[in-house]
Nanobody, 111 residues
Framework: QVRLVESGGGLVQAGGSLRLSCAASGDIFSINTMGWYRQVPGKQREWVAT???????YHADSVKGRFTISRDNAKNTVYLQMNSLKSEDTAVYYCKAQVWWGQGTQVTVSS
């Protein structure tokens, strides 16, 4: 069992930045891959970025060059640095580790 707690969401103007954090607790040794997803009401949850235990990273084309996923294994935390935010980035952002999900954090970008 793994518990994930996201933080760092909020309201920001277009062009601004936010950093999301996801702290993991519980059976953390079972975690290999962690990732971020986002969802807009009425739409399917969308993959944003993934990071492996070894540090390999993958980003969706829609955020490549603007968002960066990273992790601090000592703190059992994964981050999503979001720069040059656009109104279309507005969504609830979820952290995922293996099969477990966090509760989500709202990101709202005003134009």
């Amino acid at each position: 069992q793994v518990r994930l707690v996201e933080s760092g969401g909020g309201l920001v103007q277009a062009g601004g930045s936010l950093r999301l954090s996801c702290a993991a607790s519980g059976d953390i040794f079972s975690i290999n891959t962690m990732g971020w997803y986002r969802q807009v009401p009425g739409k399917q949850r969308e993959w944003v970025a993934t990071i492996t235990r070894s540090g390999s990273t993958y980003h969706a084309d829609s955020v490549k060059g603007r968002f960066t996923i990273s992790r601090d294994n000592a703190k059992n935390t994964v981050y999503l640095q979001m720069n040059s935010l656009k109104s279309e980035d507005t969504a609830v952002y979820y952290c995922k580790a293996q099969v477990w999900w966090g509760q989500g954090t709202q990101v709202t970008v005003s134009s």
